[in-house]
């Protein structure tokens, strides 16, 4: 059998290689295009962290652990032991030598022992339980099915189990849209302030994420759609004794949230919005992304035309920056200087264009959606201050 390969006057042929050259890069393109709208199964890695040793000095608490990307990783992280067990939070990195670090612990007590597995994380494992906090696990019903929700009452508010239509629970609501490709378990750092604080907490996925109902073509549009399931879970929220509404929107969740303040006749019924971390114009944000990977600028536009022809999407219509001027009610914006994911220039543009309607709290070395791990304690103060005043 003759099998014939290209001579090597071919392969060194321009145009060969110029074909060669052309192909990997409309690959690479295509991929981008993908990865931008099309969901996937989320699978955070567990770095594995050993406990070394647990030391007590007056009324501070130190874990010693196995060296590793979470262990030194900046600001706070939480410790779970398990899936369900754990809501120890860990402060910054206080020392660390060859194969070890120390971290103070500064909310919870460790019930773990020198030689146990932690589950370390930025953003939390586990279900509300995990911080202490009493849930119901509620099922939200959208135009292309099921969005899982977790509902956290305020002090003093009964527990539900479900949500009848007889149920009625008064008082204060606060709706949390997780991020892009992200997991209820985002929320889960701001559970505990909102409870303290005496608001329900409505925790949401919306369509075609992790967990939700999907779409005919089973693509993300960027909050051009998405919307419409904060819509849903607004007017859950008023059926069920809502008297003020805030909305909190985390990266993907800030489009949706703005998009349906912009859109929505429901948006009459809130009170404030919090924003971490939004992402606020996506043509700026593939450039971003093309320049991160080391990508020819041109392919930019021909990922934004990859994306249109996937998904449909109106880049317009998600350009949050333009529509500036037509917000009206108060904004708390967090947002980290170091976050590659979206540049922290297009929230300082936002504060610019509306200083009188944004409190704009910009974190020096904050990455993205990890604000509140750099102090959570000032975090927390942003938040009570402002919910006191828009629901004053």
Same mark, same amino acid.
């Given at each position: 059998?003759?099998?014939?390969?290209?001579?090597?006057?071919?392969?060194?042929?321009?145009?060969?290689?110029?074909?060669?050259?052309?192909?990997?890069?409309?690959?690479?393109?295509?991929?981008?295009?993908?990865?931008?709208?099309?969901?996937?199964?989320?699978?955070?890695?567990?770095?594995?962290?050993?406990?070394?040793?647990?030391?007590?000095?007056?009324?501070?608490?130190?874990?010693?652990?196995?060296?590793?990307?979470?262990?030194?990783? @900046?600001?706070?992280?939480?410790?779970?032991?398990?899936?369900?067990?754990?809501?120890?939070?860990?402060?910054?990195?206080?020392?660390?030598?060859?194969?070890?670090?120390?971290?103070?612990?500064?909310?919870?007590?460790?019930?773990?022992?020198?030689?146990?597995?932690?589950?370390?994380?930025?953003?939390?494992?586990?279900?509300?339980?995990?911080?202490?906090?009493?849930?119901?696990?509620?099922?939200?019903?959208?135009?292309?099915?099921?969005?899982? #929700?977790?509902?956290?009452?305020?002090?003093?508010?009964?527990?539900?189990?479900?949500?009848?239509?007889?149920?009625?629970?008064?008082?204060?609501?606060?709706?949390?849209?997780?991020?892009?490709?992200?997991?209820?378990?985002?929320?889960?750092?701001?559970?505990g302030a909102y409870h303290r604080l005496g608001l329900?907490?409505?925790?949401?996925?919306?369509?075609?994420?992790?967990?939700?109902? @999907?779409?005919?073509?089973?693509?993300?549009?960027?909050?051009?759609?998405?919307?419409?399931?904060?819509?849903?879970?607004?007017?859950?929220?008023?059926?069920?004794?809502?008297?003020?509404?805030?909305?909190?929107?985390?990266?993907?969740?800030?489009?949706?949230?703005? #998009?349906?303040?912009?859109?929505?006749?429901?948006?009459?019924?809130?009170?404030?919005?919090?924003?971490?971390?939004?992402?606020?114009?996506?043509?700026?944000?593939?450039?971003?992304?093309?320049?991160?990977?080391?990508?020819?600028?041109?392919?930019?536009?021909?990922?934004?035309?990859?994306?249109?022809?996937?998904?449909?999407?109106?880049?317009?219509?998600?350009?949050?920056?333009?529509?500036?001027?037509?917000?009206?009610?108060?904004?708390?914006?967090?947002?980290?200087?170091?976050?590659?994911?979206?540049?922290?220039?297009?929230?300082?543009?936002?504060?610019?264009?509306?200083?009188?309607?944004?409190?704009?709290?910009?974190?020096?070395?904050?990455?993205?959606?990890?604000?509140?791990?750099?102090?959570?304690?000032?975090?927390?103060?942003?938040?009570?201050?402002?919910?006191?005043?828009?629901?004053?």
């Open positions: 059998m003759n099998v014939r390969t290209p001579s090597k006057a071919i392969i060194r042929h321009p145009a060969f290689v110029t074909l060669i050259a052309t192909s990997a890069l409309l690959a690479s393109t295509w991929y981008v295009a993908d990865a931008l709208v099309r969901p996937r199964p989320v699978r955070r890695r567990l770095t594995p962290t050993r406990l070394l040793a647990v030391t007590q000095e007056g009324d501070t608490t130190t874990l010693r652990m196995t060296r590793n990307i979470m262990t030194m990783r @900046r600001g706070a992280v939480t410790v779970n032991w398990d899936d369900e067990h754990g809501g120890l939070l860990l402060g910054d990195v206080q020392a660390s030598g060859p194969g070890w670090a120390e971290r103070p612990v500064i909310k919870g007590v460790p019930v773990v022992m020198p030689g146990d597995w932690l589950r370390l994380s930025a953003f939390g494992r586990g279900d509300p339980s995990s911080r202490g906090l009493k849930f119901s696990t509620v099922t939200l019903r959208g135009e292309h099915g099921a969005l899982p #929700a977790w509902w956290v009452p305020a002090r003093n508010t009964p527990e539900i189990h479900t949500h009848g239509a007889g149920d009625q629970h008064t008082g204060d609501w606060v709706i949390i849209m997780h991020g892009y490709q992200g997991l209820r378990q985002d929320a889960l750092r701001f559970l329900n907490s409505l925790v949401v996925t919306y369509r075609n994420a992790h967990g939700a109902g @999907r779409t005919p073509q089973g693509v993300y549009r960027l909050s051009a759609d998405e919307w419409r399931d904060l819509e849903v879970a607004v007017e859950y929220s008023l059926q069920h004794g809502a008297k003020r509404i805030v909305l909190m929107g985390l990266s993907m969740g800030g489009s949706i949230t703005l #998009a349906f303040m912009r859109k929505s006749p429901l948006a009459r019924h809130i009170s404030g919005v919090i924003l971490d971390s939004p992402a606020l114009e996506w043509r700026e944000l593939i450039a971003h992304h093309v320049r991160k990977f080391y990508l020819p600028a041109g392919l930019a536009k021909v990922v934004e035309w990859l994306t249109t022809f996937k998904a449909g999407q109106d880049f317009d219509e998600v350009d949050h920056l333009r529509h500036a001027q037509i917000y009206n009610l108060p904004m708390l914006i967090f947002h980290g200087t170091d976050d590659q994911t979206v540049p922290v220039a297009q929230l300082d543009r936002l504060y610019e264009a509306r200083p009188d309607l944004i409190e704009y709290v910009r974190v020096a070395g904050g990455e993205h959606l990890r604000v509140w791990n750099i102090d959570p304690k000032a975090y927390e103060q942003h938040l009570a201050r402002y919910l006191s005043e828009v629901l004053a």
